[in-house]
């Protein structure tokens, strides 16, 4: 099985060995990738609608895996038991509706090892949500494909959060909004991301002060300075971050 630059660092995120439920599956290609590598030994390809169900299914059979990996219909979590599976992935959603996945399915994702989540948009919003319910970042991936960039992380259920406790509130949201671990780790994609709309954020405040100015006006001007200063202060949070031990 071929797999997307995308797909393929998401599956790279799963703990080799752990049995794992691909939601909102699609295709199955990660489930069907995880068991022909021998990363997994059973998979459960759960997607909300009949379609991309029945084509994972096609896929699954064209490869010869019924065995391993087992369909089924499921909004979220809902036909997935308690400590069925060791590993949940959740990749390709909007940031509202992986949170809202997660929320809903409370009770088998804290019995999980571990989740790999890659939402295609708010990232920082669904980080912020783990965050508060006590999840620890372990991994952390970013890649660029056909100019967009993919942010993912492997998160576990941690009892102790409190390193958090003493980071201030402008290091929190930078983590949020970019990924304590890619910052730690100095991701050479992330920079790459973070030039990227450094360029782009001063480009839009040079358009705006050309404008007249308004209350409308001053407030985008405003919040586009906050965003440079989050951008610019992502370098700098990385000592932060390792003082703190996350």
């Known amino acids: 099985m071929e797999l997307s630059k995308r797909l393929r660092a998401v599956a790279d995120l799963v703990t080799a060995g752990y049995q794992v439920a691909d939601i909102g599956t699609d295709h199955a290609y990660i489930p069907i990738f995880l068991t022909e590598t021998g990363k997994t030994d059973y998979a459960v390809a759960m997607d909300v609608n009949k379609g991309p169900l029945r084509k994972a299914q096609e896929n699954i059979c064209a490869y010869k895996m019924e065995e391993q990996i087992e369909t089924r219909l499921s909004d979220g979590f809902s036909a997935l038991k308690v400590q069925e599976v060791q590993s949940a992935v959740i990749a390709g959603m909007g940031g509202n509706l992986v ?144 003082n703190a031990g996350i």
Not at 110 to 133: G, T
Not at 164 to 174: A, S
Not at 206 to 228: F, G, K, P, W, Y
């Open 99 to 242: 949170i809202r996945i997660l929320e809903e399915g409370h009770d088998v994702v804290s019995c999980l090892k571990e989740c790999i989540l890659q939402p295609q948009s708010e990232p920082d919003k669904v980080r912020a949500f783990l965050l508060q319910e006590g999840f620890f970042f372990i991994e952390e991936d970013m890649v660029e494909e056909d100019g967009k960039y993919y942010p993912m992380f492997r998160c576990v259920p941690c009892a102790d959060n409190s390193a958090w406790d003493n980071m201030d509130e402008t290091t929190v949201t930078v983590c949020d909004l970019y990924g304590p671990v890619l910052i730690k780790n100095g991701n050479p994609v992330l920079r790459k991301f973070l030039v990227r709309e450094h360029h782009k954020l001063a480009a839009i405040m040079q358009q705006l002060r050309t404008q007249e100015m308004s209350d409308s006006i001053m407030d985008r001007i405003e919040q586009i300075n906050e965003m440079m200063a989050y951008n610019e202060a992502a370098y700098s949070t990385m000592g932060a971050i390792r």
